[in-house]
């Protein structure tokens, strides 16, 4: 009960920044953040953030508040799993906050993937999971902050559609503080590996 408490005042408080827009976004800044995606992100993230490297996050329709804060935090070297040591800390060290805004503000108008099934039986118990949580180890719903088909909000990332793989892998690291996410680290301190893996499934089968 406390840590869905705890969860709630999280949401409504974890950033709080606007969203950088298309419109805010000068004409210049825009062709210099396409020229930075498709000869640079793109490597790993795929043409307009699709990427097909369950590896790597899909960044298509991600929300920009969400891109920002995370490309901030590799820039600042404050994320701190292991792909942000690995790749982004580099990655993101040149990147200006306007070229930033504008890589975030053109990855949040591209076209979403489609979802991608496995197990139906998996599925649908992460599903049950992401809607209702797990009551008996005090695990609130992932719908809670993400929304209800996954979309996520500007504070929260969008999961829908994700691949599998890459969401495991930052679970864990929050369950393991790599991430030094509170909120996110005593939703999933409680998590089995089967449940986690659950979820991903599910989330993964979510699309457009």
């Known amino acids: 009960m406390k840590l869905s408490i705890v969860l709630l005042v999280g949401c409504a408080t974890w950033l709080g920044a ?110 049950d999971i992401y809607e209702n949580g797990v009551a008996a180890e005090g695990i609130p719903p992932c719908a809670s902050c993400h929304g209800p088909q996954a979309e996520g909000t500007d504070d929260f990332p969008r999961l829908a559609g994700q691949h599998v793989q890459y969401l495991l892998k930052q679970l864990r690291s929050f369950q393991n503080n790599m991430r030094d996410v509170a909120i996110m680290h005593g939703v999933t301190s409680g998590l089995k590996s089967s449940e986690m893996a659950a979820v991903a499934s599910y989330l993964q089968s979510l699309g457009n």
């Open 18 to 127: 606007d969203a950088p827009h298309a419109a805010d976004v000068s004409p210049d800044m825009h062709e210099a953040a396409i020229k930075v995606a498709v000869t640079t992100c793109a490597t790993c993230h795929g043409a307009q953030g699709r990427s097909f490297n369950p590896k790597f996050p899909r960044l298509a329709a991600q929300h920009a508040t969400y891109l920002v804060a995370q490309m901030k935090n590799f820039k600042t070297q404050t994320r701190g799993d292991a792909d942000a040591l690995g790749y982004m800390w580099g990655m993101a060290a040149p990147l200006s906050d306007e070229l930033i805004n504008a890589l975030a503000a053109y990855y949040s108008v591209q076209r979403p993937v489609s979802g991608e099934g496995s197990d139906p039986t998996l599925i649908a118990r992460g599903k």
